[in-house]
């Protein structure tokens, strides 16, 4: 039976509001017993995902990236602190092999899964586009800007486009700081769910 504060925080209006998560992570974190906190901070990364995709897909059409596996990436990045929930409110990495296997264990796809292993891992071989937008959506969420992450992003977005780097550059930080101008309001809705259920 899923906790009142977690129902709380999966369906609670927030402001500024947050789409809800797609069903299938609701489901698994109901049947995890997530951590409320979790549950919020999944639902504000998966919000700025959503944000960042659809300004990806106006400003940047010819950059290829599959919107669904960047969203779904951004729900469950974090998955693995259900395991790990001391590192909710405090350093640790403990979580991302962690969530990896909690996600494979619940046969979700290892395309899928991936993300809650890499999203703090972005100079490793192999990361792609979808990989590096989980990962900014990660950080701006609460206004956080990574300098090296973002560069990764400029140099696929001047790939893609064949536009000069710092026109590139420019657009992706004005999509950035809007997104992070809520960044304060998404911390506090979190903040307003406990971390034990």
Do not use: C, N
Not at 73 to 87: F, L, N, Q
Not at 107 to 118: K, Y
Not at 145 to 155: F, G, P, S, W, Y
């Amino acid at each position: 039976m899923t906790s009142d504060s977690l129902r709380r925080a999966l369906t609670a209006p927030a402001d500024p509001p947050l789409r809800p998560l797609p069903d299938q992570v609701v489901a698994l974190l109901e049947v995890l017993d997530a951590p409320p906190r979790l549950a919020a901070h999944l639902r504000a990364v998966h919000e700025v995902a959503a944000q960042l995709t659809d300004a990806m897909a106006r400003r940047f059409p010819q950059l290829p990236f599959d919107r669904e596996a960047v969203l779904f990436g951004a729900a469950t990045h974090d998955i693995g602190k259900v395991r790990h929930p001391e590192e909710l409110s405090g350093p640790g990495s403990a979580h991302e092999p962690a969530g990896y296997e909690l996600l494979l264990q619940h046969g979700v796809a290892e395309s899928s899964a991936r993300f809650a292993r890499d999203h703090a891992s972005w100079h490793q071989d192999g990361i792609d586009v979808d990989d590096l937008l989980v990962s900014v959506a990660d950080k701006v969420w609460k206004g956080k800007r990574v300098t090296d992450l973002e560069e990764l992003l400029v140099d696929r977005l001047a790939d893609a486009t064949g536009r000069e780097r710092w026109s590139v550059f420019l657009d992706l930080d004005d999509i950035l700081d809007e997104i992070a101008a809520d960044a304060d309001r998404r911390l506090a809705f979190q903040a307003t769910h406990p971390v034990r259920g």
